[in-house]
């Protein structure tokens, strides 16, 4: 399937990009807001987005079917892999779901089509409506597509004309996402743009920074610095940073048939997009003294792994990725031949999967690719105490402990720095409503207008 030049992403490699035609993309994209998109009602375009989502769970879909095929070989993925991602990403896009967003984030789902109260601004006479930026800009990074297609859908519910800036070489799945919003409604398409170039190319960038409203950007603390730096004061800049997750499987969790149950759901979590993720878990802590030790719970994970590698394996992988992963395996080799304080357990004959058994509790950053540590701690207390040193980059804790407790240790966890508990199984698939980083996506990108009623 040949997809047709409706983005600059879709010219051929050969195309040379300006700063004229960036500049003249912007303007495009903010007249097409203004004919096609800024009266639009929340409740159309949210009745648009749950059309496209519905197309992409269809197993026929040709933009689906191209994101298999194109992406494995392109992004490194496999086909299983960006199947069950693509599933978990649009099946919560329903009304009910864009209404519990809107609500959340703004008070009402209609604060964006007009000044409107909420029962308790009704009380003290007051309403308001939240005003979109113009131009939003989005600059993204990596091959995981979840984050730029979150930030498509954010943006379209606030009404911007967007202009998503990928990496070189890693548009594809950006691409079709915005082919598949331009097939259902193409007025709508005609407010997005897609690009790519390599990243610091600041004669373009200086362009799109001149045009933007506000600007949403993930990567590195670095690279998130060096574009805070280059914008506009006027600007907004929306930033997510690299971010960490770890998981907790309480010791009465453990106990009979919920062992079973418990890895699997472990299991899932680590393979989810190859672990690539903010979301991904690096150390699973697994509480001593209850119905399976930490090492046994590290034999049946790397067990339940090897299954998971026959229906979904994980991609292929760069040369140094790849021995990254054989020189870590190498030094733990050594240390399990000479103590029984640390094991290993790993994929024969390929880089697949890794798990390190490791009494010392310290927090240890994995390099990924489905590569995971298993480590005891007594309680929730030790494991915070042995992730202390990541406790400023928290993204996720996955929990696997008795729901009568799960609240209480929320709350335990929140207050110590993560920003989103989850049960074990679902860290890679957070809810629409999902405040990133602790921050609400949509409040995050609107101003608002207060008005106080005679």
């Known amino acids: 399937?040949?997809?047709?030049?409706?983005?600059?992403?879709?010219?051929?490699?050969?195309?040379?990009?300006?700063?004229?035609?960036?500049?003249?993309?912007?303007?495009?994209?903010?007249?097409?807001?203004?004919?096609?998109?800024?009266?639009?009602?929340?409740?159309?375009?949210?009745?648009?987005l749950c059309a496209v989502a519905k197309e992409w769970l269809h197993p026929d879909y040709p933009l689906r079917r191209m994101a298999l095929d194109d992406g494995s070989r392109m992004t490194g993925f496999s086909r299983a892999t960006i199947a069950a991602g693509l599933d978990s990403f649009f099946r919560v896009f329903t009304p009910d779901d864009f209404e519990a967003l809107l609500e959340q984030d703004l008070g009402h789902t209609r604060r964006l089509d007009a000044v409107t109260s909420h029962s308790a601004e009704r009380q003290t006479g007051r309403a308001a409506i939240a005003v979109s930026p113009a131009l939003l800009v989005h600059i993204t990074a990596g091959n995981l597509p979840n984050p730029a297609w979150m930030s498509i859908v954010l943006g379209v519910l606030v009404r911007s004309a967007q202009f998503v800036k990928c990496a070189s070489g890693m548009s594809l799945f950006t691409r079709l996402f915005a082919h598949s919003l331009h097939e259902a409604d193409p007025k709508l398409g005609a407010c997005l743009e897609v690009a790519e170039w390599p990243g610091g190319t600041t004669t373009l960038e200086e362009e799109l920074f001149d045009e933007a409203d506000c600007v949403t950007a993930t990567g590195s603390d670095e690279t998130l610095e060096n574009i805070r730096q280059r914008l506009p004061s006027r600007v907004r800049f929306v930033?997510?940073?690299?971010?960490?997750?770890?998981?907790?499987?309480?010791?009465?969790?453990?106990?009979?048939?919920?062992?079973?149950?418990?890895?699997?759901?472990?299991?899932?979590?680590?393979?989810?997009?190859?672990?690539?993720?903010?979301?991904?878990?690096?150390?699973?802590?697994?509480?001593?003294?209850?119905?399976?030790?930490?090492?046994?719970?590290?034999?049946?994970?790397?067990?339940?792994?090897?299954?998971?590698?026959?229906?979904?394996?994980?991609?292929?992988?760069?040369?140094?990725e790849a021995a990254a992963i054989a020189s870590r395996r190498s030094v733990y080799e050594i240390r399990a031949a000479n103590s029984t304080e640390t094991r290993l357990w790993c994929s024969?004959?390929?880089?697949?999967?890794?798990?390190?058994?490791?009494?010392?509790?310290?927090?240890?950053?994995?390099?990924?690719?489905?590569?995971?540590?298993?480590?005891?701690?007594?309680?929730v207390a030790a494991m915070l105490a042995a992730a202390d040193s990541i406790r400023d980059r928290v993204s996720t804790i996955g929990l696997a402990v008795a729901e009568s407790r799960f609240?209480?240790?929320?709350?335990?966890?929140?207050?110590?720095?993560?920003?989103?508990?989850?049960?074990?199984?679902?860290?890679?698939?957070?809810?629409?409503?999902?405040?990133?980083?602790?921050?609400?996506?949509?409040?995050?990108?609107?101003t608002w207008t207060d008005c106080e009623l005679p």
């Open 1 to 48: 399937m040949n997809l047709p030049n409706y983005f600059l992403a879709d010219l051929p490699a050969e195309a040379a990009l300006g700063p004229t035609l960036i500049r003249e993309a912007c303007l495009s994209l903010k007249r097409n807001r203004e004919l096609y998109l800024a009266r639009r009602s929340t409740g159309d375009l949210v009745n648009s």
């Open 348 to 379: 024969q004959n390929s880089s697949a999967w890794t798990v390190v058994y490791e009494s010392d509790p310290r927090f240890q950053v994995s390099c990924l690719n489905r590569f995971v540590y298993v480590k005891p701690v007594p309680d």
């Open 239 to 320: 930033s997510h940073g690299h971010r960490l997750s770890f998981g907790y499987v309480s010791g009465e969790f453990l106990a009979g048939s919920n062992k079973r149950i418990v890895i699997a759901r472990v299991a899932a979590d680590v393979a989810a997009w190859d672990q690539l993720g903010c979301l991904s878990p690096h150390v699973i802590y697994v509480q001593q003294d209850g119905g399976c030790s930490a090492e046994a719970f590290a034999e049946l994970l790397a067990n339940e792994l090897e299954v998971i590698e026959a229906v979904q394996p994980r991609g292929g992988l760069p040369i140094s």
């Open 407 to 446: 609240q209480e240790l929320a709350g335990i966890l929140g207050r110590w720095g993560a920003t989103r508990i989850c049960p074990m199984g679902r860290m890679q698939q957070p809810p629409l409503t999902w405040r990133h980083d602790g921050r609400g996506p949509l409040a995050e990108l609107v």
